[in-house]
Structures are given as structure tokens and as C-alpha cells.
């Protein structure tokens, strides 16, 4: 019997590639004698069931192993797009090179400008250390209150934009009232700048202080406005021949100034 089953088993593989229909069986039958089909069926059909299911894993496994290659091939292809798009490193050295010459320039610009800010601090300094010990900068006379520089000396740009800190502007005279008022205050022979110009045009004297034509003139000598040397633009009260006068001056030279206000600071 043994040798019979094994003559058989060696005659099956033939066979498992072979659908079990009925006449199969019956030549299978008529081979083996119903007692040996009877053994040997059962275990033809398993080994079939065995090959279905590797056949079967086998297409699960080239399926899966498929998609992994496509996976792979698309990837490969976003690598490659990536890499054309991604710029050339020269130009991307390029690039830092300018960023960093652009930030060397702005920390330049930012120097120069906390040093014109200290500068800035450093004439306040300058100014309140020659306004210390006088907390009445301004005093009323006749109906204003004036400021008048004895101290310190500029031209007639920087006079104005001192007034314009101290809240007030340069002397705005519009009358001999004032006018005498105002020159029984002032130290001789020190010149004053006061707020009449003819910076606009030629000849043309107006008031700083409103923008409109200035309201009082006492200029002297009678010569006085003479534009001596074609740069004389800015008003000024000098002394000479013992007394007060009203002159056009250089608007560079330091002079002393006035400053006038309505309220007191």
C-alpha cells in the first residue's frame, strides 16, 4: 500500500493544475481503486487550496510592491522639479552678498543718525546749562513778554528756531512804542536779530513772525536797507554813532536776539 501511495503522489502535480471535475475523479478512480482515491482526494485538494492561495498572495505582493515603485518613481520626479526650481547658488550668494551690504549701509545710517541725536542733546545741554539760574527767561514790556539774548550768539536761522523752542518767536516790532520800548532794554553796542526779512524777494520786507509785510521800519543809518554786499536778507538792531537803529544784515553772521511772546513761559 505504501508503495502505491507514493507511485501516486509523484503522478499527482501533473494534476493540480487542473480543475477537479467529475471525469477527473472518475479516471482517478479507475487508476487507483476507490480505497486509494478515497486516501489520496482529500489531500490532492488541499495542496490545490495551497496553490490558489500562493497564487493569490503572490499577485498581493506584486501589487504592493508595484505601488512602492510608483511611490518611488513619483517622488524621484518631485525631487527633480524641485531641483530645477531651486535657485543657482551663485545667485543665491549673490543675494546674501547684496542683504548684507544693504544691512552694513542701514547700521551706517543708523550711527550717523544717534550721532546728530546726541549732537542735538548735547546744545540743549549747551543752551539750558546758559539759560541755568534764570527762571524768568521772559519779562513783560509795555504790553508782550520779551527774551533778550546776552549770552550766546548765531545766526539769524538758529536765533529763530531757539525762539520757536522757547515757545515764542523773534521780536515781531509794529510800532514806536515798542520799538522804544524794547531799545531802552538792550546792552550796547551788542546787535539784535529780530524777525523782519527780505529773504522771499529783494527789497520785499516781511515779518517772519506772521508772513505778511513787516508793520514797522526805524532804519539807521539813513542809508539803511543797503543789501551792502548783495547778502544782506535778515532785520537786525545794531548800534552806532551812540545809538540804536534798525539795519539789514548778513543772515550768517552771530548775533545776539530777541524773542517775543504773549504768554509767559
Aim: hydrophobic fraction near 30%.
Amino acid at each position: 500500500m505504501q508503495i502505491i501511495l507514493v507511485t501516486l503522489l509523484i503522478s499527482v502535480p501533473p494534476l493540480l493544475g487542473v480543475s477537479s471535475t467529475c471525469e477527473k475523479d472518475a479516471q482517478l478512480e479507475n487508476t487507483c481503486g476507490k480505497f486509494c482515491f478515497k486516501v489520496v482526494k482529500p489531500i490532492l485538494g488541499h495542496m490545490a487550496a495551497l496553490q490558489i492561495k500562493t497564487i493569490d498572495q503572490e499577485d498581493k505582493e506584486k501589487s504592493v510592491l508595484q505601488s512602492k515603485l510608483d511611490n518611488i518613481e513619483k517622488e524621484l520626479k518631485q525631487v527633480k522639479v524641485d531641483k530645477d526650481n531651486c535657485p543657482d547658488q551663485s545667485e543665491l550668494l549673490k543675494q546674501n552678498a547684496d542683504l548684507k551690504s544693504k544691512l552694513e549701509n542701514m547700521e551706517k545710517v543708523l550711527v550717523l543718525l544717534h550721532k546728530i541725536d546726541d549732537e542735538h542733546d548735547q546744545k540743549l545741554k549747551d543752551y539750558e546749562q546758559t539759560f541755568k539760574g534764570q527762571p524768568e527767561l521772559f519779562k513783560k514790556i509795555g504790553s508782550k513778554y520779551y527774551y533778550i539774548e546776552e549770552h550766546a550768539t548765531m545766526d539769524w536761522y538758529a536765533a529763530a528756531h531757539r525762539c520757536h523752542q522757547l515757545g515764542a518767536h523773534l521780536a515781531s516790532i509794529q510800532n514806536q512804542k515798542e520799538y522804544d520800548a524794547i531799545i531802552a532794554k538792550l546792552s550796547p553796542p551788542k546787535f539784535y536779530w529780530i524777525d523782519v526779512n527780505d529773504l522771499s524777494e529783494e527789497g520785499e520786507y516781511i515779518s517772519h513772525t506772521t508772513g505778511n509785510g513787516a508793520a514797522f521800519f526805524n532804519w539807521y543809518p539813513t542809508y539803511n536797507p543797503n543789501n551792502y554786499g548783495g547778502n544782506e536778507n535778515c532785520g537786525s538792531i545794531l548800534y552806532t554813532d551812540k545809538r540804536y537803529g534798525m539795519n539789514d544784515d548778513d543772515c550768517s553772521k552771530k548775533l545776539y536776539f530777541i524773542c517775543e511772546t504773549f504768554n509767559v513761559k
